[in-house]
């Protein structure tokens, strides 16, 4: 069986030093056979000094490639080992997502009656970009509130 290699992108946002993997889990992550990759960036909360330590691969900042759409290619690869069928993964590159794509869901959407959706979780968080497909929301949560309502 292959080695899963898990991959860090270093990613900038203003305000923002959220990481997706911390040392302590990528050290777990390592132990458990998985091979770690950390992009070296100056954003993330964490030092690369403290991935380092640890030894965890440390690659340049924007090494990451064959990233198909937003998500990248890992995100269709675990869609695959998790026996998605590949008719139900929506894969889309750069170019296509340079545009705005449909939205998955709208205060329209959500005014209607019978609706069941209670909860939205919007990782990217990015309510004023004009390709947002979850324009429900103006405003950003942050640490002290994590949670925004919607009022529809």
Not at 29 to 39: H, I, N, P, T
Not at 84 to 113: C, E, G, K, N, Y
Request: hydrophobic share 40%.
């Amino acid at each position: 069986m292959p080695t899963t290699v898990l991959h860090l992108r270093s990613e900038t946002k203003l305000l923002e030093r959220r990481s997706a993997l911390t040392p302590s889990t990528a050290d777990a992550l390592l132990d458990a056979g998985y091979v770690v990759r950390v992009e070296r960036g100056e954003g993330r909360i964490f030092e690369d000094e403290q991935f380092e330590a640890i030894s965890v691969c440390l690659v340049p900042d924007a090494s990451w490639v064959d990233a198909l759409g937003r998500c990248g290619s890992g995100a269709v690869d675990l869609c695959r080992a998790a026996g998605i069928p590949p008719s139900h993964i929506l894969q889309r590159d750069m170019t296509q997502t340079a545009a705005p794509i449909p939205r998955f869901v709208t205060l329209d959407s959500l005014s209607q009656p019978g609706r069941r959706l209670r909860v939205v979780c919007d990782v990217s968080c990015d309510p004023g970009n004009p390709f947002n497909p979850l324009p429900t929301y103006q405003d950003i949560n942050t640490f002290l509130e994590p949670t925004l309502e919607v009022e529809v």
